[in-house]
């Protein structure tokens, strides 16, 4: 689901809790929010891509880079944080394509163009063959990712739900892209 679409089954009461990311949640009326975890940012590019070369990617090379997000109808939060984490660099990032409903489409776009984007590290496992994620250095602001827990409607379950999430999100944090060839597993 995306977070257009969880915020709307969670006003009709519809869902007992939500895994959101940070800045969603004022969407959102009488939650309580646990930090789930919080994932950096990495460039995906194709294995041609030039900047597929680099190990690390500095984040002012993105200046004038046509790069390729999560459309604004489904991820209206994409383009102002890409553009936030960016500002102090001096990187007006240039959304050439802001089209994809979701990742599969994005991916399949990038490959075809040669494009790159700018996601998080949660992505890596599910990277088709052809694409890599480099890191950032210095590293740019993460994503923090929020279990919204609806106070109108406690849930016991939802509520081990959250924690388990967390516990297993801090269980499995590790270093995830820092080798030069990290593709998909």
Do not use: W
């Not at 519809?14 to 939650?31: F, H, M, N, Y």
């Not at 690390?56 to 109808?73: A, D, E, F």
Request: aromatic letters at 4%; one cysteine or more.
């Amino acid at each position: 689901m995306t977070p257009k679409e969880i915020c709307e089954r969670a006003a009709k009461g519809l869902i007992d809790v939500a895994i959101i990311p940070r800045g969603v949640e004022s969407r959102l009326r009488g939650v309580e929010l646990i930090e789930i975890t919080r994932l950096d940012p990495v460039l995906v590019v194709p294995k041609g891509h030039r900047l597929a070369r680099l190990s690390k990617i500095p984040p002012r090379i993105l200046q004038n880079v046509h790069l390729y997000g999560l459309g604004r109808r489904d991820f209206p939060e994409y383009a102002p944080r890409l553009r936030a984490i960016l500002k102090p660099y001096g990187v007006v990032p240039v959304l050439v394509s802001q089209t994809s409903d979701g990742t599969a489409s994005l991916f399949a776009k990038m490959i075809a163009d040669n494009g790159a984007a700018v996601l998080t590290e949660g992505v890596v496992d599910s990277l088709p063959a052809s694409l890599v994620a480099r890191p950032f250095r210095p590293a740019l602001p993460p994503l923090v990712i929020l279990a919204a827990l609806f106070v109108s409607r406690p849930s016991l379950n939802a509520e081990g739900f959250a924690r388990q999430l967390k516990e297993e999100a801090e269980r499995r944090k590790k270093p995830r892209v820092t080798k030069p060839d990290v593709t998909h597993r």
